[in-house]
């Protein structure tokens, strides 16, 4: 029986200076597919990912096309060869764009287009020093849930990210995120510490920017996906683009349910993933979910040779 293989595209916190360095040299692909995000954009995509500054490559405007770049060169390379195709696609957060465009229900430019300014809308939703996010390790979801209805106080605060067991990013108002903290800590949590990000993502406070956001998808052209795409809000696959772009929409305020996502693949039959992007933030994650299946990585010529040599032979 033939085995299943889905790749997972990552989000902001996967970017670094000179990520995918080295695939320039021997896949022209790779700095082709900058060179046109890069003539859409208006600046020089792949001068700021390998060069920087690397203050301005960690702001979320610019962060975020050149994550979805990365995903789509890497895609695009691997199609270029005999890898086996895969049967589910998905994204965290914004890897769900990177998802959608490598299953071709979005243009690769107009989603180029499109995550910039989503950027650029979560920046303006939110004042500097209004919003947080935390990292909780070690706590049940319901115990989580209480510190939230009990930390708020009145202001904003939610589960933002289910990133694997046990593992879950709270999203805010500054002083209920402090709050969070102080009862995640006397409930015994591993970790409960602030995330230097300059956004709140996934909560109400990006209600402004995906309003903002709506307007601008219903100029986007979505179609349905020719690989099966499960999104972050939802754990669903739509066929319609106007399902689709609802769940994008939502996803600016809702959670990112990242571990019932790889539950849900597995259960699907998928036997292995690859990480088609920088870094192995999601490797990571899926394996405290589930380390009977391997995430695989092709971030480097390394590892993009070993997946395409192992995925002839899944499991992985």
Not at 11 to 33: A, D, I, R, W
Not at 172 to 184: D, F, M
Request: with cysteine; charged share 15%; glycine share 8%.
């Amino acid at each position: 029986m033939k085995k299943k293989l889905a790749f997972v595209f990552p989000g902001q916190g996967s970017q670094s200076l000179t990520m995918l360095g080295g695939f320039e040299n021997q896949f022209p692909v790779v700095t082709e597919t900058y060179q046109a995000a890069s003539d859409a954009l208006g600046y020089d995509l792949w001068a700021l990912v390998q060069q920087g500054p690397e203050i301005q490559l960690n702001q979320t405007e610019f962060t975020q096309p050149a994550l979805l770049v990365a995903g789509v060169a890497l895609w695009r390379l691997w199609k270029q060869h005999p890898g086996q195709v895969p049967d589910f696609m998905a994204g965290h957060s914004l890897g769900e764009y990177t998802a959608l465009v490598c299953a071709g229900a979005v243009d690769f430019i107009a989603a180029v287009t499109l995550v910039a300014l989503r950027g650029k809308l979560m920046q303006e939703a939110v004042s500097p020093g209004r919003g947080a996010m935390a990292a909780i390790v070690g706590l049940e979801n319901d115990v989580l849930l209480d510190i939230c209805q009990h930390a708020a106080q009145g202001q904003i605060l939610s589960p933002a990210n289910y990133n694997s067991i046990g593992q879950t990013v709270l999203a805010g108002e500054a002083e209920a995120i402090a709050r969070a903290i102080e009862l995640a800590l006397k409930a015994k949590a591993k970790i409960a510490k602030i995330i230097p990000v300059s956004v709140p993502s996934h909560c109400a406070l990006m209600q402004p920017a995906a309003e903002r956001l709506a307007e601008h998808l219903q100029n986007v052209m979505i179609t349905t996906p020719a690989i099966p795409v499960v999104n972050n809000v939802d754990v669903a696959c739509y066929d319609q683009p106007e399902k689709i772009r609802s769940a994008l929409v939502r996803q600016l305020f809702s959670p990112v349910r990242w571990v019932e996502t790889v539950q849900y693949l597995i259960a699907a039959g998928v036997d292995g993933m690859i990480e088609c992007g920088p870094g192995k933030v999601l490797a990571g994650l899926n394996k405290r979910i589930n380390a009977d299946v391997e995430t695989l990585t092709i971030a480097t010529p390394e590892s993009f040779q070993s997946a395409l040599e192992r995925t002839t032979a899944l499991p992985l």
